[in-house]
């Protein structure tokens, strides 16, 4: 559950910076705005976290260590989805 809703506030952050300036250099395209590079990036983020978790839990599975990710997953989650909430308020290039 925590890694769906972690995908689907990176899923809205990169809707709704499509296109818009970026301030994350790392994110922005050469012209300074968010587009395919910086959602490649995010999209390569996020599969590195699953991937790590899932090798960890593979190999060590606990409750606890269960419970740590969901926090990790769901405060990450929210934070992102805090970024997109603002975003929408952004107006887009040219308006």
């Known amino acids: 559950m925590s890694l769906t ?12 910076s499509w296109g818009k300036h970026e301030l994350n250099s ?7 705005d968010f587009g395919t590079k910086g959602a490649l990036l995010k999209l390569g ?4 976290l699953v991937a790590i978790e899932y ?3 593979l190999h060590h599975p606990s409750p606890r260590l269960y419970r740590a990710f969901s ?8 934070g992102v989805g805090g ?8 107006p887009p290039p040219g308006h």
């Open 5 to 16: 809703t972690l995908a689907v506030s990176n899923a809205l952050d990169i809707q709704s």
């Open 83 to 90: 970024v997109a909430a603002h975003n929408y308020t952004v």
């Open 55 to 57: 090798v960890l839990t």
């Open 45 to 48: 983020f996020q599969g590195g």
């Open 26 to 32: 790392t994110l922005a395209s050469a012209g300074g």
């Open 71 to 78: 926090i990790i997953n769901f405060g990450a989650a929210a």
